[in-house]
Protein backbone atom coordinates (compact mmCIF):
# COMPACT_ATOMS: atom_id res chain seq x y z
CA UNK A 1 0.00 0.00 0.00
CA UNK A 2 0.44 3.82 -0.30
CA UNK A 3 2.48 4.00 -3.41
CA UNK A 4 2.71 6.87 -5.41
CA UNK A 5 3.64 7.51 -9.12
CA UNK A 6 5.19 10.16 -10.92
CA UNK A 7 5.05 10.93 -14.85
CA UNK A 8 7.15 11.39 -16.42
CA UNK A 9 10.09 9.78 -15.09
CA UNK A 10 12.16 11.78 -17.41
CA UNK A 11 12.48 14.77 -19.56
CA UNK A 12 14.15 16.58 -21.77
CA UNK A 13 12.97 20.01 -23.46
CA UNK A 14 13.93 23.14 -25.18
CA UNK A 15 14.12 26.07 -23.00
CA UNK A 16 11.68 28.06 -23.10
CA UNK A 17 9.22 25.77 -23.03
CA UNK A 18 6.86 24.00 -20.23
CA UNK A 19 6.71 20.87 -18.66
CA UNK A 20 4.01 19.08 -16.77
CA UNK A 21 5.15 16.73 -14.48
CA UNK A 22 2.53 14.31 -12.67
CA UNK A 23 1.87 13.07 -9.34
CA UNK A 24 -0.57 10.26 -8.16
CA UNK A 25 -1.10 8.53 -5.09
CA UNK A 26 -2.21 5.20 -6.34
CA UNK A 27 -4.03 3.36 -3.28
CA UNK A 28 -5.11 6.43 -1.05
CA UNK A 29 -6.36 9.52 -1.10
CA UNK A 30 -3.86 12.12 0.07
CA UNK A 31 -5.00 15.41 1.81
CA UNK A 32 -1.43 17.27 1.23
CA UNK A 33 1.24 16.36 -1.40
CA UNK A 34 4.79 18.17 -1.52
CA UNK A 35 6.73 18.97 -4.47
CA UNK A 36 10.47 18.98 -3.61
CA UNK A 37 13.76 19.55 -6.21
CA UNK A 38 17.14 17.53 -5.71
CA UNK A 39 20.38 19.05 -7.72
CA UNK A 40 23.16 16.50 -7.80
CA UNK A 41 25.03 15.50 -4.76
CA UNK A 42 22.24 17.31 -2.47
CA UNK A 43 19.65 17.34 -0.51
CA UNK A 44 16.08 17.77 -1.05
CA UNK A 45 14.75 20.94 -1.10
CA UNK A 46 11.06 21.52 -0.10
CA UNK A 47 9.83 23.50 -2.94
CA UNK A 48 5.81 23.51 -2.26
CA UNK A 49 3.02 21.96 -0.21
CA UNK A 50 -0.09 21.56 -1.85
CA UNK A 51 -3.73 20.65 -0.43
CA UNK A 52 -6.77 19.35 -2.35
CA UNK A 53 -8.62 22.19 -3.26
CA UNK A 54 -6.88 25.13 -2.21
CA UNK A 55 -3.74 27.47 -3.36
CA UNK A 56 -0.05 25.80 -2.78
CA UNK A 57 1.88 27.28 -0.21
CA UNK A 58 5.42 28.15 -1.82
CA UNK A 59 8.86 27.98 0.02
CA UNK A 60 10.59 31.01 0.34
CA UNK A 61 12.56 32.14 -2.84
CA UNK A 62 10.60 29.50 -5.17
CA UNK A 63 8.54 31.64 -7.82
CA UNK A 64 5.00 30.28 -7.94
CA UNK A 65 4.44 31.67 -11.20
CA UNK A 66 7.22 29.67 -12.66
CA UNK A 67 6.08 26.55 -11.17
CA UNK A 68 2.74 26.42 -10.93
CA UNK A 69 1.23 23.46 -8.67
CA UNK A 70 -2.56 21.90 -9.01
CA UNK A 71 -4.19 20.21 -6.97
CA UNK A 72 -7.54 19.38 -8.42
CA UNK A 73 -8.21 16.13 -6.53
CA UNK A 74 -7.34 13.64 -3.68
CA UNK A 75 -5.40 11.46 -6.07
CA UNK A 76 -3.63 13.89 -8.20
CA UNK A 77 -1.18 17.18 -8.17
CA UNK A 78 0.57 18.38 -11.41
CA UNK A 79 3.97 20.71 -11.33
CA UNK A 80 4.00 22.69 -14.48
CA UNK A 81 7.62 24.12 -14.87
CA UNK A 82 6.95 27.29 -17.28
CA UNK A 83 9.22 28.43 -19.94
CA UNK A 84 12.68 26.42 -18.62
CA UNK A 85 15.81 27.19 -18.56
CA UNK A 86 18.82 25.08 -18.21
CA UNK A 87 19.33 26.20 -14.34
CA UNK A 88 15.75 24.05 -13.88
CA UNK A 89 17.21 21.02 -14.90
CA UNK A 90 16.76 19.31 -11.98
CA UNK A 91 15.44 15.98 -10.29
CA UNK A 92 11.79 16.84 -9.07
CA UNK A 93 10.34 14.49 -6.19
CA UNK A 94 6.59 14.71 -4.86
CA UNK A 95 5.47 12.86 -1.96
CA UNK A 96 1.68 12.87 -0.69
CA UNK A 97 0.60 11.92 3.11
CA UNK A 98 -2.49 11.00 4.62
CA UNK A 99 -4.32 12.76 7.06
CA UNK A 100 -3.99 11.54 10.13
CA UNK A 101 -1.79 8.93 10.19
CA UNK A 102 0.46 7.87 12.94
CA UNK A 103 3.05 9.49 11.92
CA UNK A 104 1.80 11.85 8.96
CA UNK A 105 4.39 9.69 7.39
CA UNK A 106 5.29 11.01 3.47
CA UNK A 107 5.50 8.58 0.82
CA UNK A 108 7.96 9.41 -1.99
CA UNK A 109 7.61 9.03 -5.99
CA UNK A 110 10.08 7.70 -8.08
CA UNK A 111 10.79 11.08 -9.26
CA UNK A 112 11.13 12.99 -12.55
CA UNK A 113 14.40 14.03 -14.58
CA UNK A 114 14.12 16.87 -15.79
CA UNK A 115 16.86 18.32 -18.56
CA UNK A 116 16.47 21.97 -20.03
CA UNK A 117 18.86 22.01 -23.05
CA UNK B 1 16.56 29.76 10.76
CA UNK B 2 16.64 25.64 10.40
CA UNK B 3 19.75 23.69 10.24
CA UNK B 4 19.63 20.27 9.67
CA UNK B 5 23.57 19.19 9.70
CA UNK B 6 25.17 15.65 8.83
CA UNK B 7 28.64 13.89 7.92
CA UNK B 8 29.14 15.03 3.96
CA UNK B 9 30.16 11.42 3.50
CA UNK B 10 31.60 8.20 4.99
CA UNK B 11 33.48 4.91 4.28
CA UNK B 12 33.13 1.60 5.93
CA UNK B 13 33.65 -2.14 5.75
CA UNK B 14 31.48 -4.90 4.98
CA UNK B 15 29.76 -6.19 7.74
CA UNK B 16 31.01 -3.60 10.17
CA UNK B 17 29.28 -1.29 11.60
CA UNK B 18 28.64 2.70 11.43
CA UNK B 19 26.54 5.06 13.00
CA UNK B 20 25.77 8.37 10.98
CA UNK B 21 24.91 11.87 13.37
CA UNK B 22 22.46 14.08 12.88
CA UNK B 23 22.14 17.54 14.94
CA UNK B 24 19.25 19.80 13.89
CA UNK B 25 18.39 23.36 15.35
CA UNK B 26 14.56 24.09 13.78
CA UNK B 27 11.79 26.36 15.17
CA UNK B 28 9.38 23.48 15.48
CA UNK B 29 9.72 19.99 15.96
CA UNK B 30 7.22 16.88 15.07
CA UNK B 31 9.18 13.73 14.90
CA UNK B 32 12.78 13.03 12.83
CA UNK B 33 13.01 10.65 10.11
CA UNK B 34 15.88 8.70 8.28
CA UNK B 35 15.62 7.28 4.71
CA UNK B 36 17.41 5.60 2.52
CA UNK B 37 18.20 7.24 -1.11
CA UNK B 38 20.43 5.23 -3.98
CA UNK B 39 21.50 7.38 -6.80
CA UNK B 40 18.72 8.65 -9.15
CA UNK B 41 15.90 7.08 -7.18
CA UNK B 42 13.38 8.38 -4.68
CA UNK B 43 14.09 8.48 -0.64
CA UNK B 44 13.00 5.21 1.11
CA UNK B 45 11.95 5.35 5.05
CA UNK B 46 13.88 3.61 7.15
CA UNK B 47 12.27 4.69 10.71
CA UNK B 48 10.98 7.51 12.66
CA UNK B 49 11.79 8.69 16.01
CA UNK B 50 9.52 11.03 18.04
CA UNK B 51 10.41 10.33 21.85
CA UNK B 52 13.64 9.72 23.11
CA UNK B 53 15.48 6.61 23.11
CA UNK B 54 16.42 3.94 20.10
CA UNK B 55 14.10 2.33 17.82
CA UNK B 56 15.57 -1.21 16.50
CA UNK B 57 14.14 -2.20 13.43
CA UNK B 58 16.85 -5.43 12.23
CA UNK B 59 19.63 -4.16 11.32
CA UNK B 60 19.06 -0.18 11.42
CA UNK B 61 18.49 0.93 14.38
CA UNK B 62 17.57 4.80 15.21
CA UNK B 63 18.37 7.24 18.27
CA UNK B 64 16.98 10.49 19.44
CA UNK B 65 17.90 12.92 22.07
CA UNK B 66 15.51 15.99 21.73
CA UNK B 67 17.00 18.00 24.31
CA UNK B 68 20.23 17.80 22.60
CA UNK B 69 18.82 18.27 18.85
CA UNK B 70 20.54 15.21 17.93
CA UNK B 71 19.88 11.82 16.14
CA UNK B 72 21.72 8.86 14.76
CA UNK B 73 21.36 6.04 12.81
CA UNK B 74 22.89 2.91 13.36
CA UNK B 75 23.51 0.52 10.35
CA UNK B 76 25.38 -3.40 11.09
CA UNK B 77 26.23 -6.02 9.46
CA UNK B 78 26.85 -3.22 6.70
CA UNK B 79 26.90 -5.02 2.98
CA UNK B 80 27.52 -3.59 0.13
CA UNK B 81 23.59 -2.57 -1.07
CA UNK B 82 24.08 -0.55 1.93
CA UNK B 83 25.85 2.23 -0.03
CA UNK B 84 23.88 4.91 -0.93
CA UNK B 85 22.91 8.38 0.77
CA UNK B 86 21.12 8.88 4.14
CA UNK B 87 19.50 11.47 4.82
CA UNK B 88 17.61 12.97 8.35
CA UNK B 89 14.51 14.89 7.86
CA UNK B 90 13.09 16.86 10.92
CA UNK B 91 8.95 17.11 10.71
CA UNK B 92 7.98 20.91 11.19
CA UNK B 93 4.33 20.88 11.38
CA UNK B 94 3.36 18.96 8.14
CA UNK B 95 6.92 20.00 6.63
CA UNK B 96 9.54 17.76 6.04
CA UNK B 97 13.06 19.89 6.81
CA UNK B 98 15.55 17.31 4.87
CA UNK B 99 19.47 17.40 5.87
CA UNK B 100 22.61 17.63 3.78
CA UNK B 101 22.63 14.20 3.91
CA UNK B 102 25.34 11.54 4.16
CA UNK B 103 26.75 9.01 1.36
CA UNK B 104 27.76 6.21 3.12
CA UNK B 105 30.20 3.81 0.82
CA UNK B 106 30.54 0.10 1.88
CA UNK B 107 33.32 -1.53 0.69
CA UNK B 108 34.40 -5.03 0.48
Known amino acids: GAVVSQHPSWVICKSGTSVKIECRSLDFQATTMFWYRQFPKQSLMLMATSNEGSKATYEQGVEKDKFLINHASLTLSTLTVTSAHPEDSSFYIC?????????????FGPGTRLTVL | GQNIDQPTEMTATEGAIVQINCTYQTSGFNGLFWYQQHAGEAPTFLSYNVLDGLEEKGRFSSFLSRSKGYSYLLLKELQMKDSASYLCAVKNTDKLIFGTGTRLQVFP
Open chain 1, 95 to 107: SASIAGGPKNEQF
